[in-house]
């Protein structure tokens, strides 16, 4: 199995741009969570699905933020627009129930200048 | 909001020495979690633990669940320059989501 997979692995934009992470989870894992992480906050939740539907998007820190799975084995996060703070790495992580193991992706670092 | 305080939040130690870590939380926790995270990649599973007073060991890695079920820690035995990583303790208070804590950066000198 090929793990979690995301994409890019690094990200550079300028303020104001549009900025899109892509994650596909393992194959048969019903849930997909996306988290960020930073030095000051450390790793916090964003959103997550179950079956594709987004069940818990109270972590989105705002409007800029959105998040789609449009199928089992592929989902988004999208900013628009950028902001120098939304600089961080983002992960995606997925498990087959949600008293399982999450396994994590390598993770996007993203920087917004 | 639930907070989850890891301490220390850095350890420089030679390599052979034992080290310890320990979360803390302000509600009570159903399970917890164990996860290491090395440089440039996402964070991996240690050790699960799922009742309280609960010890369990992986290798050198011994974690357990605090009775109170707000705290829990972990060992690791004769470090080795491979241990170097960010470690990260895990809860979850309800059936779904996870809280991390801050994380413990650990650096081994051999």
């Known amino acids: 199995d090929a793990g979690v997979i995301q994409s890019p692995r690094h990200e550079v934009t300028e303020m104001g741009q549009e900025v899109t992470l892509r994650c596909k989870p393992i194959s048969g894992h019903d849930y997909l969570f996306w988290y960020r992480q930073t030095m000051m906050r450390g790793l916090e939740l964003l959103i997550y699905?179950?079956?594709?539907?987004?069940?818990?998007d109270s972590g989105m820190p705002e409007d800029r933020f959105s998040a789609k799975m449009p199928n089992a084995s592929f989902s988004t996060l999208k900013i628009q627009p950028s902001e120098p703070r939304d600089s961080a790495v983002y992960f995606c992580?997925?498990?087959?129930?949600?008293?399982?193991?999450?396994?994590f992706g390598p993770g996007t670092r993203l920087t917004v200048l | 909001g639930q907070q989850l305080n890891q301490s220390p939040q850095s350890m420089f130690i030679q390599e052979g020495e034992d080290v310890s870590m320990n979360c803390t939380s302000s509600?009570?926790?159903?399970?917890w979690l164990w996860y290491k995270q090395d440089p440039g990649e996402g964070p991996v599973l240690l050790i699960a633990l799922y009742k309280a007073g609960e010890l369990t060991s992986n290798g050198r890695l011994t974690a357990q669940f605090g009775i109170t079920r707000k705290d829990s820690f972990l060992n690791i035995s004769a470090s080795i320059p491979s241990d170097v990583g960010i470690y990260f303790c895990a809860g979850r208070p309800n059936a779904d989501k996870l809280i991390f804590g801050t994380g413990t950066r650990l650096q081994v000198f051999p």
């Open positions: 509600s009570i926790f159903n399970t």
């Open positions: 992580a997925s498990s087959s129930t949600p008293y399982n193991e999450q396994f």
């Open positions: 699905f179950n079956n594709n539907v987004p069940i818990d």
